[in-house]
């Protein structure tokens, strides 16, 4: 239980940045595409330096290199407090460079701030010296210990399984399983709304990206919209008598923030029910982020949502794939989730099943 | 009783507030004074003054996330709980809380 909270507290620090840097570099490639630039064009962004468009680029792109130490750092934060901050950072930083991202920043930092607290606890020093522990030891060591332990030992590894996933993930693009590839990703994204896991997905799909290969990229975007579409719909059209006035107020937050692919906007819903939105957004993002791929649709831009649609390769089929798998989520939500009546707000009574399995300590 | 809080969920926009509407609810219908700070992406909002801690006989936290700045509860009564708890069972869980303080 702690350890899922550590990492929450990392992506919900994370999620301003991932969002700020993701807009800046789809709104370079809109950009590009409303002043006429030709694909090749588009593309060429990056290096086109001292441009307009390489600066709205150039700012995601430095965005996205904050995305795992800010992760990291935060993780840190969350285990050992202030004093993990600043290693949990520098941590994140060694995971890229050591070509581990997501993965490593996440093993980093949870080793960096049970080392930190470690540290607290144990380190003694001379009465003189206490006041340098906090502000010397802890830090440096911290920081060196767990960096090296990064360039030496674990680094290899993790980029190993890093790599090797990645590999799976190019040969199943190129070969017959392409629906299977995009059902994977899908359903990757469909299964924690904007967590870890989906937010891996994105990263390899992001990786893919910049190997020139697109299609991830579409099944990504459709599969992180439709969770949100599909269970915000179903929430507003059950309409006032079964969902209370909190429930349709997250949906209307949801559904916008969906078409954006924001997933988050699902996640009230998710934490009050797990299971029954996760298999609808499962199976909805799943069957979506398959149909782009055998369908062709393939997407340049990491992020965007329904605004970078047409720029796609095939945007009607991206179009008809979002349909579909928002059509299956809200379905599916609509039958397991159906009752007659909301339940909060409309009865006193409470469901105290978890109060009680807790134990208070004070 | 004269309770004070922090609530904040993960993606800090939508369940810390609910929760925060909840317990308010709750407490009051109990008939209990509150104060309860919300922690979103936003920021603090509604931050609780060191009179308010002072003055509190009980600290709860409904969080999924690390919060800031607990350190201002040093010396208090301060219990931690999943936020999913307080949207499920608010009243519930002040009545606990109450049930645990009396028995000291």
Not at chain 2, 59 to 73: Q, W, Y
Request: charged share 15%; with cysteine; hydrophobic share 50%.
């Amino acid at each position: 239980m702690k350890f899922r909270k550590h990492m929450m507290t990392g992506i919900s620090y994370m999620i301003p940045i991932i969002v700020a840097g993701g807009l800046c570099m789809a709104l370079a490639r809109i950009l590009g595409v409303v002043m006429g630039l030709t694909p090749e064009q588009i593309v060429a962004i990056g290096s086109d330096e001292g441009s307009f468009l390489w600066m709205i680029n150039r700012i995601g792109g430095l965005a996205m290199t904050l995305v795992v130490p800010v992760l990291s750092g935060f993780i840190a934060y969350s285990i050992a407090d202030r004093p993990g901050i600043g290693p949990g950072l520098v941590l994140g930083l060694v995971a890229n460079e050591v070509k581990t991202g997501f993965l490593g920043g996440l093993v980093a930092a949870f080793l960096v701030g049970y080392f930190i607290l470690f540290l607290k606890k144990h380190m003694k020093v001379p009465k003189s010296m206490q006041g340098l522990v906090p502000i010397l030891f802890i830090p440096f060591i911290s920081t060196l210990v767990v960096s090296m332990a990064m360039f030496l030992i674990l680094g290899k590894p993790i980029a190993w399984v890093m790599e090797t996933f990645t590999g799976m993930l190019v040969n199943m693009q190129n070969g017959g399983a392409k629906f299977g590839l995009g059902a994977l990703i899908g359903g990757m994204l469909g299964f924690d709304l904007g967590g870890p896991m989906g937010k891996t997905a994105s990263a390899f799909c992001n990786a893919l990206l910049a190997e020139g290969i697109y299609g991830p990229s579409a099944a990504k975007i459709v599969s992180g919209m439709t969770p949100a579409i599909g269970i915000a719909v179903a929430v507003l059209v059950g309409g006032k008598k079964r969902w209370s006035i909190a429930e349709r107020e997250t949906a209307k937050t949801a559904l916008p923030l969906g078409f954006c692919f924001i997933t988050e906007g699902v996640i009230p819903f998710a934490a009050a029910d797990p299971i029954r939105v996760i298999v609808s957004t499962m199976i909805g993002s799943a069957v979506a982020g398959g149909l782009t791929q055998v369908w062709g649709v393939e997407c340049m831009v990491p992020h965007g949502g329904i605004f970078v649609v047409p720029i796609m390769t095939n945007p009607f089929g991206f179009l008809a794939a979002l349909t579909i798998g928002s059509l299956i989520t809200f379905v599916l939500f609509f039958i397991l989730k159906f009752r007659k009546k909301a339940e909060s707000g409309v009865s006193d009574v409470e469901d105290s099943t978890e109060l009680d399995s807790l134990d208070l300590n004070f | 009783m004269n309770i004070v809080g922090i609530t904040a969920c993960i993606a800090g926009i939508a369940h810390t507030y609910i929760a925060k509407e909840k317990l308010v609810t709750a407490a009051k219908e109990l008939g209990h004074s509150i104060k309860i700070e919300t922690q979103g992406t936003i920021g603090v909002e509604d931050q609780l003054t060191p009179a308010d801690v002072a003055a509190a006989d009980v600290v709860i936290i409904a969080a999924d996330i690390g919060v800031m700045n607990l350190e201002r509860f040093v010396g208090k009564r301060k219990v931690e709980v999943p936020i999913s708890v307080v949207m499920k069972s608010p009243k519930a869980l002040i009545q606990k809380v109450e049930a645990k303080l009396a028995e000291g």
